[in-house]
């Protein structure tokens, strides 16, 4: 085991882009547990678009992370000493124990798991909470029928790409917007998406109508939003009466210092569209059917995954950077070890 641990902590908020010199990457003395509390070696560190929140000082669900502080972040590792009575030396462990290779925990909010279906990155991906935010947004709040279209953007990433993968096991017609003809080309041909609309192409309305017409025309019943933006206004003309919209995120909001205020307002009351944000951690209760579902459908073949994974710690942000700007195919990893 090493003598020091290694830890990327808050350097300054960003202002727009969030830029490698918000971060200090640092050696610190390796934390000792005390009764009640293990150590555990972080082997995966998951990095997510939330984080970007965290770094502003801006009011939101949860609280910012403080200048000089670990950044916050899920993680994936190993039980290395324990003092306490539910975990072992040797126990495989999921948690938030934020950007570092070290953490002391004292089990809050850790998760054991004894049995993995796959290997433990999985555990912050598919199988993990970006697979649980797109079983929740999709099932819960989208509540797709048999033979209903489903649009998700963002449909490249974690959450996204397991969003039109759902869509299509429970029957609809999945339709992804992604940024590039190779993602859009991954969505289709290795995700099994009916059709992927390339956002970055510039004719996004029309590209979105000529996805859309398949055969009759068709709108949109559930639109599962990650993005907001623009993306949100070309999608809200072709959604049909009473659809739904899950706004699960808004990356191309996270780093904008001016607010894009949506022009297509009209589209919900004209088409008595219900749109829900939500956040994964409400609704706890579900975790354990969408972990057990997820869990059969990636066993039985009918969920595809990618991951996109960075090196070491000390890489951690600049693929942070990467991510909010699309370079990231499926979920996006720091392996630690
Ligand atoms: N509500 C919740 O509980 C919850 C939980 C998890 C995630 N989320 C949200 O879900 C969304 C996706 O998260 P993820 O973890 O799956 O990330 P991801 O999709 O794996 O990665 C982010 C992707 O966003 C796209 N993007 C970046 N800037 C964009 C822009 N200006 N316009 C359109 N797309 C842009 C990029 O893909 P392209 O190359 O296609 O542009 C990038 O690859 C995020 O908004 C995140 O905050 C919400």
């Not at 989208?142 to 033979?147: D, H, K, V």
Request: one cysteine or more; a neutral charge.
């Amino acid at each position: 085991m090493m003598s020091t641990n290694q830890q990327v902590l808050l350097a300054s908020r960003p202002v727009g882009a969030v830029r490698e010199d918000n971060f200090s990457v640092v050696e610190s003395a390796m934390p000792t547990p005390v009764a009640g509390q293990m150590l555990v070696r972080n082997d995966w560190l998951s990095l997510d678009p939330y984080m970007r929140g965290r770094m502003s000082d801006a009011k939101s669900y949860a609280r910012s992370v403080a200048i000089g502080e670990v950044m916050v972040g899920g993680t994936a590792g190993e039980v290395i000493e324990s003092h306490h009575p539910g975990f072992k030396a040797g126990d495989k462990v999921v948690g938030a124990l934020g950007w570092q290779r070290y953490a002391v925990s004292d089990g809050a909010g850790l998760m054991k798991v004894d049995n993995p279906l796959a290997p433990m990155s999985a555990y912050l991906g598919v199988l993990g909470m970006p697979g649980v935010t797109a079983w929740m947004g999709l099932l819960d709040i989208g509540q797709p029928r048999p033979g209903e279209t489903v649009v998700v953007s963002a449909a490249a990433g974690a959450v996204g790409s397991v969003v039109g993968q759902l869509a299509k096991i429970k029957g609809c017609r999945a339709v992804g917007i992604a940024g590039g003809a190779a993602k859009c080309k991954h969505v289709v041909e290795d995700l099994g998406f009916d059709a992927c609309v390339d956002y970055k192409a510039g004719n996004l309305a029309a590209d979105l109508g000529a996805a859309l017409t398949n055969g009759k025309n068709k709108g949109i019943d559930v639109y599962f939003d990650n993005v907001g933006g623009e993306v949100l206004d070309a999608v809200l003309p072709h959604m049909n009466a009473f659809s739904r919209i899950p706004l699960c995120g808004l990356i191309s909001q996270y780093s904008a210092t001016e607010a894009y205020g949506v022009k297509q307002f009209r589209s919900f009351l004209v088409n008595r569209i219900r749109l829900q944000g939500f956040i994964c951690f409400d609704r706890l209760d579900l975790w354990p059917q969408a972990m057990r579902e997820l869990g059969g459908w990636l066993g039985e073949g009918k969920l595809q995954y990618r991951e996109s994974v960075a090196q070491g710690l000390a890489a951690a942000p600049r693929a942070f950077i990467g991510l909010l700007r699309g370079e990231n195919l499926g979920k996006q990893l720091v392996r630690l070890g």
